[in-house]
Structure formats: C-alpha cells, structure tokens
Nanobody, 124 residues
C-alpha cells in the first residue's frame, strides 16, 4: 500500500516553469515505478512521464518531451516533475501514479495508486 500526495501546482504565465512534487508514504517506495498523468477539463487522463525505481529509465509523452523532466529521490520517497517553457495547453490537473508494473504507467487504466491531483494553469 502506498499513499501519494502531490504539491507544487499553481498559476504561471506561458513560458514559465513549475516543479511538481509527489510524496509517497510507506517503506516500499523503491519497489514502485512512478508516473505523472494529466487531465484537462472534458478530456481523458493522459500519460505525461514515467520513471523506474532506480531512475535508470524515463520516458515522456511527445507533447512534453524536451520541456518536462521526471526525477525521483528515493531517500525522500518523492518523485518530481520539472516543467519548463509551459504552454496554455499544459493546463490540467496533474496526477502522480505508482505501480509495480512499468507497462501499466502508459495509460490511466489499471494503475494501482493515484494521488489526489494538483492544478496547473498556464495563462497566455
């Protein structure tokens, strides 16, 4: 069992940056692959980025590649999403996710654990 709490969302102008954090409870953080998803109003929850337990593998949605960076600090049980050069189309609720199976962290279906979400709004 793991509980996830996101923070760091807010309102930013286009071209700006934000860094999201997701703190995980429990002593088994290093057994989970971690991911970020986002959901805009009226749309499905979409994959943004994922990272393996040792951080050796990361991948990103094409829409954020080169602008967003996922990382994790296993000593702090925390995963991060650094978001640079933000665009209005990045506006969404961002969710942290955890799963022991990496392949599940590509769609929003079947993932074991979710955070409550944090709102990111990018103004033009």
């Amino acid at each position: 069992q793991v509980q996830l709490v996101e923070s760091g969302g807010g309102l930013v102008q286009a071209g700006g940056s934000l860094k999201l954090s997701c703190a995980a409870s429990g002593r088994t953080f290093t057994t989970y692959h971690m991911g970020w998803f986002r959901q805009a109003p009226g749309k499905e929850r979409d994959f943004v980025a994922r990272i393996t337990p040792n951080g050796g593998f990361k991948n990103y949605a094409d829409s954020v590649k080169g602008r967003f960076t996922i990382s994790r600090d296993n000593g702090k049980n925390t995963v991060y999403l650094q978001m640079n050069d933000l665009k209005p189309e990045d506006t969404a609720v961002y969710y942290c996710a955890a799963d022991p199976v990496l392949s599940r962290l590509t769609t929003a279906r079947g993932i074991n654990y979710w955070g409550q979400g944090t709102q990111v709004t990018v103004s033009s």
